[in-house]
T-cell receptor, first 113, second 115 residues
């Protein structure tokens, strides 16, 4: 079993829809949770990170962490064609460095104009 | 505003050849890492470094070698290329620990094909 599971999609939604992207994990030591966006033939770029449980909002993006269920989500409101990309979740235990990062396989999202 | 720079962007190798993927960062980051990205496998850590002169293995180190003689540079060497090393390679850098250690900056990627 992988440490981090993510539905690869693909996911297609019409412009303006609310998008929900999710990951589950098995390691209860994970404390930092991140979402990366990766455009085709580019490197991943950090969207948001959350420490422990709770919600974090940044513009149209909201990240949620439910440690009791070992489940994290990224919501995109008013989705735009420019949001079309692959979204990667990542996480690591507290007290460790960036070398201890565990990635999901990514969900490919297409927003249709 | 270069960030993390990788070269080459594309490379085709024959089985058994060796080559070096170059990586440089201009942000004075302590951590540098090499990942490979394969379909259905996600990003997997090959090797990482926590500072000049210090390197360590990640999840999939076999067939690769690294060194870190300066803070800025972290080359990845393929010793004897195999078709299983066909992949997209990403170099990354970040601060060492704490919340800022979550902001990992990735390079643009190097597409490697071994025939």
């Amino acid at each position: 079993q992988k440490e981090v599971e993510q539905d690869p999609g693909p996911l297609s939604v019409p412009e303006g829809a609310i998008v929900s992207l999710n990951c589950t994990y098995s390691n209860s030591a994970f404390q930092y949770f991140m979402w990366y966006r990766q455009y085709s033939r580019k490197g991943p770029e950090l969207l948001m990170y959350t420490y422990s449980s709770g919600n974090k909002e940044d513009g149209r993006f909201t990240a949620q962490v439910d440690k009791s269920s070992k489940y994290i989500s990224l919501f995109i409101r008013d989705s735009q064609p420019s949001d079309s990309a692959t979204y990667l979740c990542a996480m690591r235990p507290g007290g460790t460095g960036a070398n201890n990062l565990f990635f999901g396989t990514g969900t490919r999202l297409t927003v249709i104009p | 505003n270069a960030g993390v720079t990788q070269t080459p962007k594309f490379q085709v190798l024959k089985t058994g050849q060796s080559m070096t993927l170059q990586c440089a960062q201009d942000m004075n980051h302590e951590y540098m890492s090499w990942y490979r990205q394969d379909p259905g496998m996600g990003l997997r850590l090959i090797h990482y470094s926590v500072g000049a002169g210090i390197t360590d293995q990640g999840e999939v180190p076999n067939g690769y070698n690294v060194s870190r003689s300066t803070t800025e540079d972290f080359p990845l060497r393929l010793l004897s290329a195999a078709p299983s090393q066909t992949s997209v390679y990403f170099c990354a850098s970040s601060r060492s620990r704490g919340p800022s250690g979550n902001t990992i900056y990735f390079g643009e990627g190097s597409w490697l094909t071994v025939v």
